[in-house]
């Protein structure tokens, strides 16, 4: 059987350097190019048509790789982080009019997707949720795509359940700006930066006299691996957009 041929973009950054290792390590992909800031995506793709792009750059140019990408028929396993509920969906569109396959993921890890999958749950029965993420200085957007994806998760579930968003409680005065951090759907998001983190995340939940803590640690950029090598392996026989590895790993 031929090998799925594979282009790592973002190769010199810390995923791509793992990306480029995992797949060169996968007895089923061939990588056929690893490129960066200074190579031409576009032209690296014009002569590798149906390839797999796996993206792992900057959320400034993370949309319009996902463009690039299409536009040369390639097939996307995007991990940048940053892109908008907007792009998501014009994204969607794109997919479906070329009918190409494409995988974008916030987190490759599979200690992530239950964490968000437990937290949408949980968010069933519960009355109060905050999210704490807790990420490396160099991470370059806040809150992460992650700890957005986990909220919107929580809000769907509540949703289908019948249930409101979560609501405040506001503090009466925030002495300082931001102390309160930021929401969504009635959720709070705080982002910590700082050295000897990688990427971390927990949801807390309240209700009268319980709460409940699901907290995710990342030690090794590793572990995002057998994730993106998954994505790889089936992004081509994809029907459009995925949005999640959930959808990959729990159909
Ligand atoms: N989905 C997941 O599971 C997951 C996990 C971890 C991280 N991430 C996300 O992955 C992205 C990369 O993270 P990282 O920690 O690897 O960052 P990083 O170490 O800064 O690596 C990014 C690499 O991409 C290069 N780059 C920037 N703009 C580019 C462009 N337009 N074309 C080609 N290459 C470009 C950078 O070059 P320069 O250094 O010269 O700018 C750098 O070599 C971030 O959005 C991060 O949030 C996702």
């Known amino acids: 059987m031929s090998k ?11 995923m791509g350097r793992e ?3 995992a797949v060169t390590e996968a007895d089923d992909l061939d990588l056929i190019a690893s490129i960066d800031m200074d190579d031409d995506l576009a032209e690296t793709l014009s002569s590798n048509k149906g390839c797999v792009v796996v993206d792992f750059t900057h959320p400034s140019c993370a949309y319009k790789n996902c463009e690039t990408i299409l536009d040369a028929g390639a097939h996307g396993v995007i991990g940048t982080t940053g892109l908008t509920e907007d792009q998501f969906q014009v994204l ?8 190409r396959g494409f995988v974008i993921a916030a987190n490759f890890a599979i200690t992530a997707v239950l964490m968000m999958r437990f937290a949408a749950e949980a968010a069933k029965h519960m009355d109060r949720a905050e999210i704490i993420e807790l990420h490396h200085p160099a991470k370059a957007d806040s809150p992460s795509g992650t700890a957005v994806k986990t909220a919107e998760m929580m809000a ?3 949703e289908a359940a019948g249930l409101p968003d979560f609501e405040g409680p506001e503090s009466e005065k ?4 931001g102390a309160r951090g930021g929401s969504h759907r009635g959720i709070r998001l705080h982002s910590v930066r700082m050295p000897g983190q990688l990427a971390n995340q927990e949801v807390l939940l309240g209700a009268p006299g319980q709460t409940l803590s699901i907290r995710q640690d990342t030690i090794d950029r590793s572990c995002f691996m057998p994730g993106v090598v998954l994505a790889c392996r089936r992004v081509r026989e994809l029907d459009g957009l995925v949005v999640g590895l959930d959808r990959l790993l729990f159909g």
């Open 19 to 21: 990306a480029v290792k």
């Open 4 to 14: 799925i041929p594979v282009v790592v973009n973002g190769a010199l950054g810390k």
């Open 174 to 177: 925030e002495l300082i700006d």
């Open 92 to 99: 969607d569109k794109m997919c479906a009019d070329k009918k």
């Open 156 to 158: 769907l579930s509540r």
